[in-house]
């Protein structure tokens, strides 16, 4: 629910209000006037409404009288305090116009049924208005409307119809989805086999651009390109030319769109995005929004562009209106534009205040923490958790809640392990941004969350993590406490309960890659004391289901167990870096875990098979390649493991520790 404040405004009315009362109060010139409002009018109002209508039309909407269309339509699980699913869905969706205002007193409404043009129920939605005031004198406003419903009354396992009404008589096109199955522990019929995708750093391969109006510049003047926002910052078209598949000739220019597209051929009962939704915010520190030297960035400022989210969403909404899609927040989707609340004069704490209208995330977390949240669907738990607050490599926003979310991540993992939920829950996923174990260059391990993670993960056996950050795909063998227990190549049944957790990282949602980390050498030196010999010296190469490395397996480049060349964020030594925001230092390390390595644009798609109270129960990870050069196929399996466990019978009654 939101908070309101009564000096702020929160219906469109009470916004238009404040906006008119806004505007008068600035003693500025007609440049400064028009900047502010530009959100309201312009290029950018119409840009917006080409993009928004062209998704309204093709998904089948109706036109109403006031010139507002539906666009970006998504759904999110609503799970109780326990995290067990309600028959119920969160549904939001975008308002758009031309002149970037809605009409007074518009109404909306979602609507309810179980067959197409048989809309039984109706529930009143929540038009909310998102705005946030850039970090200059005088400058622009972004201004987005979302309307939000929670259908409830719903049955478990059920199939429905919905679409969104206006009262000015616009009707969305028709979308459909099913509710989760109820959860009845394994003494009842357990539930059928399902599946679900994941991925991360997606963005988004179309950048909402203004070509008629540049900062400084009066908008009246300006005839030709150029644009506010060219291409290649808000979006991921700055893929390096020789990338294989995103690349001048590769076999997929549009990994973003393409993955997400390909989800629809996995039947998946929901999707994970662990961070870095869209990039409207570029820059991925968290600090104040500041678009004034674009393409550059002014220091201790980020670039900030708001309707990237539009292009996003319209994007999902294919899949997203028809499944729900559940978000952890990357430091890309740290927002200071919207403070914590969507309300200007909010302290920017954590920026997730536009997530909060945007999005639907559960709020059954830390009341401080809008993105940390859990769900429970049939047998697995899902925990989402926020690595900014954890994290050592961008400190922007660590530690911001105070240590409530480690707390609140200790009693929960102690309900599904050891408490009332233990019969239910026989797998459990956390998804989170940065990496606890990754060997990527650029970000590689971060060990905020490594130390904070590991040990809790470890203790109460969480069975698999999925991370992004890093944009590419790694997975490690299972570890517990900071050790690997065992190599689990491609193919490996993995016993959890003994093995320890694996980790994923899926940043390779669309973003431009990274490399892994390279030879050694003086810029990417090998930890003190170790000499580097053989197969060691070579770059640090791939391995996954068919990968001939060039020359062949350590001539070209060391794809072996012998990682030498990795390294993991530390605080020690933590100072504001030149960006602006603080930052700890890289400590090189030796590491063993990493196993299967691709780096190109992938998800995975996770199936899960319940069983009866003390029968087996599997976990399968496929790791999905898109458009893999070479295969001639939109997809490709390369990388399989399958986690086993007895169903009903992930109580763990005695905490095992390291040593025993
Ligand atoms: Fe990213
Ligand atoms: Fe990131």
């Known amino acids: 629910m939101t908070k309101r404040f009564p000096d702020r405004p929160v219906t469109v009315d009470e916004f238009a209000e404040w906006n008119t009362r806004a505007l008068a109060r600035q003693s500025v010139s007609r440049r400064s006037m028009l900047k502010a409002a530009v959100a309201g009018a312009g290029g950018v109002a119409v840009a917006q409404f080409t993009l928004a209508n062209a998704a309204f039309a093709?998904?089948?909407?109706?036109?109403?009288?006031?010139?507002?269309?539906?666009?970006?339509?998504?759904?999110?699980?609503?799970?109780?305090?326990?995290?067990?699913?309600?028959?119920?869905?969160?549904?939001?969706?975008?308002?758009?116009?031309?002149?970037?205002?809605?009409?007074?007193?518009?109404?909306?409404?979602?609507?309810?049924?179980?067959?197409?043009?048989?809309?039984?129920?109706?529930?009143?939605?929540?038009?909310q208005h998102l705005y946030g005031q850039y970090a200059i004198p005088g400058g622009p406003v972004s201004s987005q409307f979302y309307v939000k419903?929670?259908?409830?009354?719903?049955?478990?396992?059920?199939?429905?119809?919905y679409r969104v009404r206006l009262s000015d008589g616009t009707v969305s096109g028709d979308a459909h989805f099913t509710t989760a199955p109820a959860t009845h522990g394994h003494d009842l019929r357990p539930p059928k086999p399902f599946t679900f995708t994941a991925f991360a750093?997606?963005?988004?391969?179309?950048?909402?651009?203004?070509?008629?109006?540049?900062?400084?510049?009066?908008?009246?003047?300006?005839?030709?390109?150029?644009?506010?926002?060219?291409?290649?910052?808000?979006d991921d078209n700055y893929y390096n030319a020789a990338d294989p598949v995103a690349g001048t000739n590769g076999t997929d220019r549009t990994p973003a769109v393409t993955q997400t597209s390909l989800m629809a051929t996995q039947n998946p009962v929901f999707t994970l995005l662990a961070g870095d939704i869209c990039y409207a915010d570029p820059d991925g520190s968290g600090l104040p929004a500041d678009d004034s030297a674009v393409p550059g960035t002014p220091p201790g400022?980020?670039?900030?562009?708001?309707?990237?989210?539009?292009?996003?969403?319209?994007?999902?909404?294919?899949?997203?209106?028809?499944?729900?899609?559940?978000?952890?927040?990357?430091?890309?989707?740290?927002?200071?534009?919207?403070?914590?609340?969507?309300?200007?004069?909010?302290?920017?704490?954590?920026?997730?205040?536009?997530?909060?209208?945007?999005?639907?995330?559960?709020?059954?977390?830390?009341?401080?923490?809008?993105?940390?949240?859990?769900?429970?669907?049939?047998?697995?738990?899902?925990?989402?958790?926020?690595?900014?607050?954890?994290?050592?490599?961008?400190?922007?926003?660590?530690?911001?809640?105070?240590?409530?979310?480690?707390?609140?991540?200790?009693?929960?993992?102690?309900?599904?392990?050891?408490?009332?939920?233990?019969?239910t829950v026989d797998f459990v996923v956390a998804f989170f941004?940065?990496?606890?174990?990754?060997?990527?260059?650029?970000?590689?391990?971060?060990?905020?969350l490594r130390d904070k993670l590991d040990p809790l993960f470890s203790k109460y056996q969480v069975d698999l993590v999925v991370q992004g950050h890093n944009h590419l795909l790694e997975r490690t063998d299972p570890i517990r406490y900071g050790r690997r227990t065992r190599p689990a190549p491609d193919g490996s049944t993995i016993r959890p309960a003994d093995d320890g957790v694996t980790y994923l990282c899926v940043g390779s949602g669309g973003r431009p890659r990274y490399p892994f980390r390279p030879a050694p050498s003086p810029t990417a030196p090998p930890p003190p004391g170790v000499t580097p010999t053989g197969p060691q010296l070579l770059p640090e190469g791939q391995r996954y289901r068919g990968y001939q490395p060039a020359g062949g397996a350590n001539t070209a480049e060391n794809n072996t167990e012998n990682v030498v060349n990795s390294y993991v964020w530390s605080k020690d030594g933590t100072a504001v870096n030149a960006s602006g925001y603080p930052q700890g230092t890289k400590v090189p390390e030796v590491i063993e875990w990493s196993q299967v390595r691709y780096d190109d644009y992938a998800f995975i798609a996770v199936d899960v098979v319940p069983g009866r109270r003390g029968h087996r129960t599997t976990f399968t990870v496929r790791t999905?390649?898109?458009?893999?050069?070479?295969?001639?196929?939109?997809?490709?399996?390369?990388?399989?493991?399958?986690?086993?466990?007895?169903?009903?019978?992930?109580?763990?009654?005695?905490?095992?520790?390291?040593?025993?």
């Not at 809605?102 to 009143?124: F, Q």
């Not at 929670?150 to 429905?160: A, K, M, N």
């Not at 997809?635 to 009654?653: C, H, L, N, V």
């Open 58 to 127: 093709a998904g089948g909407g109706t036109a109403g009288s006031a010139g507002v269309v539906v666009s970006g339509r998504h759904l999110s699980f609503v799970p109780a305090s326990d995290g067990l699913l309600r028959p119920a869905m969160a549904v939001t969706a975008q308002l758009v116009s031309k002149t970037g205002t809605l009409p007074h007193h518009l109404r909306a409404w979602v609507e309810v049924g179980t067959a197409p043009g048989h809309y039984g129920d109706c529930h009143e939605a929540d038009i």
């Open 624 to 660: 999905l390649a898109d458009a893999l050069p070479g295969s001639g196929e939109p997809y490709t399996e390369i990388d399989r493991i399958t986690f086993e466990r007895t169903a009903g019978r992930s109580r763990i009654r005695t905490i095992e520790r390291p040593g025993h």
């Open 301 to 423: 400022k980020n670039r900030y562009n708001p309707y990237v989210w539009d292009v996003f969403l319209t994007q999902i909404e294919p899949q997203a209106a028809f499944t729900p899609w559940m978000f952890a927040t990357g430091n890309h989707d740290m927002e200071p534009l919207y403070g914590n609340t969507g309300f200007l004069g909010d302290s920017p704490n954590h920026g997730y205040g536009g997530h909060a209208k945007r999005l639907d995330m559960p709020d059954n977390g830390p009341h401080t923490c809008p993105s940390v949240y859990r769900f429970v669907y049939g047998n697995v738990g899902v925990l989402s958790v926020d690595a900014n607050d954890l994290s050592y490599e961008i400190q922007t926003n660590t530690g911001y809640s105070g240590g409530a979310q480690l707390r609140w991540l200790e009693d929960t993992l102690r309900e599904w392990r050891r408490g009332g939920l233990s019969d």
């Open 201 to 234: 750093d997606v963005g988004t391969n179309t950048a909402p651009t203004d070509p008629k109006w540049a900062w400084g510049q009066d908008p009246a003047s300006v005839t030709g390109a150029g644009g506010v926002w060219p291409a290649g910052v808000f």
């Open 149 to 161: 419903a929670v259908l409830t009354g719903l049955r478990p396992s059920s199939f429905y119809h």
């Open 433 to 448: 941004h940065h990496c606890a174990y990754s060997t990527t260059n650029n970000h590689a391990s971060d060990g905020g």
